[in-house]
């Protein structure tokens, strides 16, 4: 798994995110962490390095907003936004 120490993204890619607003490069990343953990907060959270209470505040804005959220991996899990 990508680290701080060994991430090494395609200059490409990263030239991508020139312009965009921090808070929505923010979105769409935790939003596809979360798509990749097929919807478990609390693996997401583990890979992003915060907390999931963060976690879960950030999703509970997001659906404010009216942006898709992927559901949690288990509807009987605590684990959910």
Sequence with gaps: MPTA???HPDPTATLQLV???AADVERELILATL?????????AA???AIS???LRNKLHEYLED???V???HDAGNS???
Aim: glycine share 10%; charged share 20%; net charge neutral.
């Design 46 to 48: 583990a890979i992003l």
């Design 70 to 72: 992927p559901p949690p």
């Design 52 to 54: 999931i209470r963060t």
């Design 19 to 21: 312009g965009l607003q």
């Design 66 to 68: 009216g942006i898709d």
């Design 5 to 7: 120490y060994n991430l």
């Design 79 to 81: 684990d959910e936004a």
């Design 35 to 43: 798509r990749a953990t097929h919807g478990n907060r609390t693996h």
